[in-house]
């Protein structure tokens, strides 16, 4: 009895500690209407050191805020590149100066979220099968394959390396409802 009370302890301050995370690295994400999240990031000319150690650090804020996906004009970094997983489990990866070569005419519709746009989920559609190029941060070239959730995620985030957002991407109801969301929140922070 006293060890399950204990249990349920900890994993009140483990929900706590993610949450209190969670928070930490929202603050650090820029937030809607921030203007450089309307900017169209320039491609990467050196792979170097400081490169990786911005993918480093995105990878761990993406992680703490618990999302699948990255891009660096979210922290103010207006260059082409973003971080992404399939799902929270995944192993992230690093995609600099992406491009689709190709998108299936094949489309479905989900709602997406987004971390600059606390508090929105609206219903987006996007190729269900992408093809996708660019460098890894060593500057080699990288092609990837993808569908579904993960061709999702990349086409989201590479909107954002183009100043595009969620909002433009959906239909004019839910881009309503998702503006007074974004007011509230905004009023709430006074
Ligand atoms: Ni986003």
């Known amino acids: 009895m006293e060890e399950e009370i204990r249990e349920e302890g900890d994993e009140r301050e483990h929900a706590a500690r993610v949450e209190a995370l969670r928070r930490v690295a929202l603050a650090q994400i820029r937030q809607y209407p921030d203007p450089v999240l309307r900017l169209h990031a320039n491609e990467v000319g050196s792979f170097d050191d400081h490169l990786s150690r911005l993918a480093d650090r995105m990878t761990q804020l993406m992680h703490d805020a618990r999302g699948v996906g990255l891009a660096a004009t979210q922290i103010g970094v207006l260059q082409r590149l ?3 997983r399939t799902d929270e489990d995944d192993e992230a990866r690093a995609v600099v100066n992406p ?5 299936s005419s094949e489309t479905d519709v989900f709602d997406e979220g987004c971390l600059s746009l606390q508090g929105v989920l609206v219903p987006v559609e ?3 099968e992408v093809t996708l190029e ?16 993960a061709a999702r995620v990349v086409q989201h985030e590479l909107d954002h390396l183009d100043g595009v957002l969620i909002l433009e991407r959906t239909d004019d109801e839910s881009r309503r409802e998702a503006l007074a969301t974004l007011r509230r929140n905004l009023s709430r922070q006074g």
């Open 134 to 149: 660019g460098r890894d941060l060593a500057g080699q070239p990288l092609q990837l394959e993808l569908e579904e959730q």
């Open 99 to 103: 491009a689709l070569t190709s998108r």
């Open 126 to 128: 996007r190729s269900v």
């Open 82 to 84: 973003f971080v992404f």
